[in-house]
């Protein structure tokens, strides 16, 4: 356990950060399950949607969600 109070803080907002990345990083993963059931371009589109928004909020690199919509793309195709 933490024993400064600074590391106190930063533990309690470390908490609270992993509750939303594991959100964002769900949603993300949904909406591409969605996408690989359907084979849609909606579903693509909004698979599209939350991969960028995970990687905007920094909960997956930029390289992997351009990874991801790549391979996407190609089951479009």
């Not at 591409?32 to 960028?52: C, H, P, Q, R």
């Not at 995970?54 to 351009?66: F, M, R, S, T, Y």
Request: hydrophobic letters at 40%; proline letters at 1%.
């Amino acid at each position: 356990m933490p024993i400064t109070k600074s590391a106190i803080k930063k533990f309690r907002a470390d908490k609270k950060k992993a509750i939303f990345n594991k959100a964002t990083r769900t949603k993300a993963k949904s909406a591409i399950e969605t996408f690989k059931g359907l084979l849609t371009l909606e579903s693509l589109g909004k698979a599209f949607s939350a991969v960028d928004r995970a990687a905007k909020k920094g909960v997956i690199k930029k390289g992997k969600a351009d990874r991801i919509k790549a391979r996407l793309s190609k089951k479009v195709k």
